[in-house]
């Protein structure tokens, strides 16, 4: 009897002793992660700053990478191609939410990965207009984040390049046909063009590969000005369109600050820090 009593007192020791460790265990399971899809090299100073930003947004509510909630990162090394993959390996892992900077391409990799998760965009150009959407208001599914109103605003930076060189009758948009929202972005700018005489010249690129034929071309037409589209692909040669402007002395204005910060002539657009920060 007694040895059955203290086998019962053994027992309910040792069940006292674990139930923290599991209350741990659990716990430690429970701590939320999110999956950050991103589209530069992990190592690129952008991907960096922007990634510093985003767990700036996330202290600012309490939330702590290492400590309450985790990141579980992925990159595309610059190749759009991989998203599909990387965003179907996010979703194995698994993760509570996603959350991508890296444009339409990316949140439409995710949207096929998972139609529960939450995707948060941190960056998109037309969520609407390329259908990521219903509305802003009520977008529905399970999607939701931050517009850059690209298509809007394209008429307005056509206006302000003109104030600011007036003698511009000739004009390149170099641009990411690849891109959905910046092919609507293209359209607006042609019909702000019509109604203010301007010829738009087209200098598409689909690849880091496009770059020097749409130089080469800039070189030959010899417009009298150049806007920018920004999007992850001209964002990543900013220096060397900016070098190519300044050798030049071809007018730019474009809807990113990194290209006036690069030393373009004017920048007219949303803060993608700001709004990678709003995504926390």
Known sequence: MWCSTLGCLVTLILSLL???????????????RIGWLGLDAATAPRTQYFNEVFRHGLREYGWVEG?????????????????????AELVRLPVDVLVTWAGEAAIRALQHATSTI????AVSAAPVETGLVASLARPGGNVTGLSIQA???????????????????????????????KRLQWHDTQVAAQM????????????????????ARLSQERPDALIVFSDGLTLAHQRQIVAFTTQHRLPMVSE???????????????????LVRRAA
């Open 151 to 181: 298509v809007e605003v394209g008429g307005k930076r056509l206006e302000l390049l003109m104030q600011a060189v007036p003698q511009a009758a000739r004009v390149a948009v170099l641009w990411n046909a690849a891109h959905p929202g």
């Open 67 to 87: 400590q309450n909630v985790t990141i579980a990162y992925r990159s595309a090394e610059g190749r759009a191609e991989r998203f599909t993959d990387l965003a």
């Open 256 to 274: 990113s600050k990194e290209f006036a910060e690069a030393g373009g002539l004017m920048t007219y657009g949303a803060s993608l820090p700001h």
């Open 118 to 121: 939450p995707i948060v965009m």
């Open 196 to 215: 203010v005489g301007v010829t738009l010249h087209s200098m598409e690129v689909r690849g880091p590969d496009d770059f020097d034929a749409a130089f």
């Open 18 to 32: 674990a139930a923290p460790l599991a209350a741990e265990a659990q716990g430690a399971r429970q701590v939320p």
